[in-house]
């Protein structure tokens, strides 16, 4: 059931916080837009395509989306929700929603029928706003099935598309003054489901001040500020193209240069073209964008930040985009929906700490404990708790904060790894049994149950498997009921039917006669996970190839 703090599909309210920070600053996206931005009203914050959204288009349309989102009786505490590309649309949509106190609910636009009913239901979201269609999705035909199952979704909102209901017609049609709601900065702003355990999602739920302090600590501690330039492949609505792809130009004043689909070469071009500073970005985009580097003899020597994380990095790609990127830093950086960057790097280009490690914790503090919830000492291995201003303010669902916290308000994030004696922090791996494909979570779990319901499946369980592009790709072991027999492609069909999103599909199936256990019946997963990584090197081998696509 929903939690407490949406009442009857009622306004999200904040959850108590226990602490203050003296990092928070007590001011909303609308205060410092109205404060220190709208003093350079001409000044680029989003570049996308041959379009610049200025500080001054920003204010005036993101005010007049806020008045007519008004008028349809959505207000403080109410979701809206948009599943839109990288369109600067976005930030405007973003900017109006906080303009009116309510919570922004961005949904990636990989997912489909069952994630974004999910969502919807989970969120009760009043509005969303979404593209009529992106690549081979239908999203408007998806919104007409799925309306009649979300109670209390007030309208859908096409961008540039065409429609009774169309962002640029409603935009327009608006005049006149509109007074921005006048909000505390602990209110709840982004409500961001992301994959978990359960095999369900959960709602992050940030405040203002959440992620005005992670943006705030991530720009000084990267000296990066106004006349800064960042290039953002990740999805605006997930963690990182929020944060770095909107937060940094509505917080800090950079500019962003938005990129639509990904492509090494376009990049390398728009590097060139805008003389970009920075990058945050997953581990595909670095691989692909050094691979760019090395093979067109690209120096991109306006470069000089990459942060790497969302996946496993290696610390060979780190060194060989060092080297390829002539003035560029590239390093490792930790973090998750919950809590955004708990580190932020290493200062010095080309240092082991920016290759072998996951950076330095900065603004956080972290402890390292073992099963029984002990402190460990540097260099000894067990799960990682955070707590910090950057920190949600809880999920969405009451009960999941249950055991998410520690009694100290520490945040258990479920990954295993040690903290060195320079303040230097190592993943080992992760207790949630979670795949991360090319930043993006997956829920195991989430597949197995849907799996668990073909007549052709006795048992499955669901792994990660090395993949030198994504980080991690899906491994399907399965034990067949008697008689049935099943195809990678049928597995692929039926959760394409399912609903589910082509990147939650496994990319191999291994079909056993058992799957290893425990005594007290446990599926053991790191079993499986060692002899799908033992297959695949051992294939690698035999054909002479250098990894898997």
């Keep these: 059931m929903p939690s407490p703090q949406i009442l009857d599909g009622g306004p999200l309210k904040a959850p108590p916080r226990t602490s203050r920070y003296a990092e928070w600053r007590d001011q909303t996206v609308v205060d410092i837009l109205k404060g220190e931005l709208l003093a350079d009203r001409d000044r680029a914050l989003l570049i996308d395509a041959d379009f610049e959204l200025t500080v001054g288009e920003l204010h005036s349309q993101s005010e007049r989306l806020a008045k007519w989102m008004a008028g349809r009786g959505v207000g403080v505490g109410d979701v809206v929700s948009y599943q839109l590309p990288n369109w600067w649309e976005v930030l405007v949509i973003d900017t109006a929603i906080a303009m009116i106190g309510a919570v922004a609910n961005p949904i990636l636009m990989i997912y489909r029928d069952a994630e974004v009913e999910f969502i919807l239901r989970d969120a009760c979201s009043k509005l969303i706003f979404i593209a009529e269609s992106f690549r081979s999705a239908r ?21 540039r598309g065409a429609g009774e209901l169309e962002y640029s017609a409603i935009v327009a049609s608006q005049t006149g003054p509109f007074h921005a709601v006048s909000l505390s900065a602990d209110a709840p702003r982004l409500l961001m489901y992301t994959s978990g355990t359960t095999g369900r999602a959960k709602g992050v739920i940030h405040s203002h001040n959440t992620l005005d302090s992670e943006i705030n600590t991530a720009a000084r501690i990267w000296g990066l500020g106004r006349g800064s330039i960042m290039l953002m492949p990740s999805p605006l609505a997930h963690i990182t193209g929020y944060l770095y792809g909107m937060g940094f130009p509505t917080i800090v ?24 500073n920075a990058m945050v970005a997953a581990t595909p985009f670095l691989k692909e964008l050094t691979d760019e580097a090395q093979v067109a003899r690209r120096r991109l020597p306006s470069l000089r930040i990459f942060a790497c994380g969302g996946a496993p990095v290696p610390p060979e790609l780190v060194r060989r985009a060092t080297a390829a990127l002539e003035n560029c830093n590239v390093f490792r950086v930790y973090g998750s929906t919950e809590a955004p960057t708990i580190t932020l790097g290493a200062a010095v280009r080309g240092s082991d700490v920016a290759a072998e490690t996951d950076g330095y914790v900065v603004g956080h503090d972290v402890k390292v404990v073992d099963e029984a919830g002990q402190p460990q000492g ?44 320079d303040g230097a922090l190592v993943i080992t791996g992760r207790r ?17 149950d849907a799996l668990y319901e073909h007549g052709a499946i006795a048992e499955v369980a669901i792994v990660s498997m090395p993949h030198d592009r994504l980080g991690e790709g899906v491994c399907c072991f399965a034990v067949l009921a008697s008689g049935h027999s099943i195809s990678l492609a049928d597995m692929v069909a039926y959760l ?6 082509r990147q939650k599909f496994p990319e191999r ?3 056993v006669a058992a799957l290893p256990r425990t005594a007290s019946g446990k599926v053991q997963k790191f079993v499986l996970r060692s002899q799908i990584a033992d297959a695949i090197q051992r294939e690698r081998l035999a054909t002479g190839a250098i990894g898997t696509t």
Excluded: Q
């Excluded at 240069?257 to 970009?276: G, Y």
């Excluded at 949630?432 to 197995?448: H, T």
């Excluded at 394409?496 to 999103?501: E, L, M, S, T």
């Design 139 to 159: 999203n408007l035909e998806m919104m007409m099935r799925l309306r009649p199952r979300v109670p209390g979704l007030l309208d859908v909102v096409l961008v």
């Design 432 to 448: 949630k049994d979670l795949i991360i494909r090319g930043g993006e979570n997956i829920s195991a779990k989430e597949l197995e």
């Design 496 to 501: 394409d039917r399912r609903g589910f999103a």
């Design 378 to 421: 540097p260099e000894i291995e067990g799960e990682i708790l955070t707590r910090g201003p950057e920190l949600m303010i809880g999920y969405r669902r009451t009960e999941d904060d249950a055991d998410a916290f520690d009694a100290e308000g520490y945040f258990r994030t479920g990954d295993l790894g040690i903290l060195r004696a």
């Design 509 to 511: 199936l291994e079909i």
């Design 253 to 276: 004043g950079m500019t962003t240069i938005l990129m639509e689909t990904w492509d090494a070469t376009r990049a390398a071009d728009l590097i060139e073209r805008h003389s970009v």
